[in-house]
């Protein structure tokens, strides 16, 4: 927050002939009275508006006035700010790092939070780098929220090749490392020096996040058939496996889909009370059907290590077997309008779907769904890759 009459009481602190010290001393006294007579006391902003909306919804309970509501809004944009200040205000006293509410890096102006973030002539080098300068307008005149808006639905960038919501997000986190810097360890530094740091940990950052969506498998090879191979073009290939674990004989299952490319596209675990090694590959082939379906694939592989489910499914009858409605119940799916097959893949092509029961074994009663690899996956994938 600025005000064009502060520039003011910097040059009156200076106008006598002071040592530096008293200068300094002079100025905080004079900025911190003009902070409560001026630019007002935040506390009592706080009360005052509080009141002001309190009487605003006794007039609308009353009558509806489109002004009314438009007023509530705006005084709702003001709270919201003071409350930051506030904030800032209260957490630099009670550290005993400032008994004025000036801006320690550049002296000049009330030390807000859009001030810390953007305007202080320390930080506003920075984005001059990373900005548009078509982008400049709108950028440095926005309020706190329409700020961040901005930034995250915009690219407002001048490198191409980083995502700008990303870089933002970054910039933001290390000017306040930063500032905490100057505060602490006296680093007079601007955040122009950050550029390099910036660019940096957002291609880090942006290059771990899209792990999920990169990870490739080989494709059909002569040399090495244990391999996971991708499904021709226009196929998803649903790796399925099943878990029984500990004396309770508590199963598992999960699965994951891939496109033709390689390319993981979503996945799901369940975990599924008790039963057997058979039952848990029985429903980790269900769901995997299920699944398929249900997410509108119209040719599907699905590919489990489990031969005894295989020979069930193919069965003619599957009258009086413990799991029949579950047979019966993928059968079912076959006749639906849509291609699909059901393939033997050994456990070496398979460790990624293996990889998923296991951790399925951690997780609460149920099927879960999601659309990004678990870590503890990611880990045993890139493992299997070799990287």
Partial sequence: MTDERFPGIVKSAWEDDLSWVKASS?????????????????????????????????????????ELVDLKFSLWKEYENILI????????????????????????????????????????????????????????????????EFNLTKDNGTHKNNCWATLFGVSLWCIWIQRNESIFANNTCSADSLVTKVIHLTKELSEANHIPRILRFPRNSSTDSLMWTAPSQDWIKVNVDGSCYDNQENIACGGLCRNSDGHFLKGFM????????????????????????????????????????????????????????????????????????FNYVKR???????????IARNISFGFHSFDIIPQQCIAILLKILGT
């Fill in 270 to 341: 369940g975990k599924l009370g008790r039963g057997n090694s058979f039952a848990a590959e029985t429903w980790a082939v269900f769901h995997g059907v299920e699944y398929a379906w249900n997410s509108g694939y119209k040719k599907v592989i699905i590919e489990t290590d489990s031969k005894d489910v295989l020979e069930a499914i193919n069965k003619n009858t599957h009258d009086k077997h413990p799991l029949e409605h579950v047979l019966k119940g993928i059968k079912a799916y076959k006749s639906y309008d849509w291609q699909i097959c």
């Fill in 85 to 148: 200040q506030e904030e800032l205000i209260c957490l630099r006293k009670a550290k005993g790092m400032s008994n004025c509410d000036i801006c320690s890096r550049c002296g000049n102006y009330v030390e807000d939070t859009l001030h810390i973030l953007r305007d202080c002539e320390k930080v506003k080098p920075l984005w001059k780098i990373l900005v548009n300068p078509n982008k400049w307008q709108a950028f440095f005149n926005l309020d706190m929220r329409n700020w961040i």
């Fill in 26 to 66: 002079k100025f905080c006294e004079l900025a911190s009275s003009w902070n409560r007579n001026v630019f007002g006391n935040v506390f009592k902003k706080k009360n005052n508006i509080l009141k002001r909306l309190a009487g605003i919804e006794k007039s609308l309970e009353r009558k509806f006035k489109q």
């Fill in 348 to 358: 070496e092509g398979n460790e990624a779907a293996h990889a998923l029961a296991n």
